[in-house]
């Protein structure tokens, strides 16, 4: 083995711990996602909710969304208003350091606008979050939600019954 070969192999074990290093310090392993579903939509449907599950360790907040499928993924919250369901975009979603947020059970879902093509049963549809950790930066976060049939108990919620 050569001097230079020596520097080389040096050289490559540098960069793969400085790889692992960056990776751990850009906070998106800290950020972790689960559960995300949207129901199948019918044919001409242009919007889907999506559920997702999202645990932050330290504190963040959910600034925006974007998918491959849709022109625009929007933040939506959900109120009851004389007995009916109605939603509103929201700017940002709070994630509590360490608290798994489920964003419909908190009143949230990410509203899917002006889907490309109907979702069908068992198709995962990508997703990219953009994720604010502390008070400037903003990480990418990849996850994926499982298209679920228009039947699924799940889908029984209050979600796709709202109007706008
Ligand atoms: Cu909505």
Redesign the pocket.
């Known amino acids: 083995m050569g001097k230079s070969d020596r520097f080389g192999w040096l050289a490559a074990a540098l960069l793969v711990s400085f790889a692992s290093y960056s990776y751990a310090a850009s906070n998106t392993g800290d950020i972790e996602t689960s559960g995300g579903w949207i129901r199948a939509t019918a044919p001409g449907q242009d919007?889907a909710?999506a559920d997702l599950a999202i645990t932050s360790k330290q504190a963040a907040t959910l600034v925006g969304a974007s998918s491959p499928a849709c022109k625009a993924v929007?933040l939506?919250t959900?109120t009851s208003e004389n007995g009916m369901m109605r939603?509103r975009e929201v700017k940002a979603i709070e994630l509590p350091a360490g608290k798994r947020v489920n964003l419909r059970t908190s009143g949230y879902?990410l509203?899917m606008v002006g889907l490309k093509a109907p979702l069908k049963e068992g198709e995962m549809v990508p997703f990219t979050l953009s994720i604010k950790v502390g008070k400037h930066r903003v990480v990418k976060v990849e996850t994926t939600a499982e298209v679920k049939s228009l039947t699924a108990t799940e889908a029984e919620s209050h979600v796709d019954e709202?109007m706008?």
């Open positions: 919007q909710g929007q939506h959900m939603m879902h509203m709202h706008h």
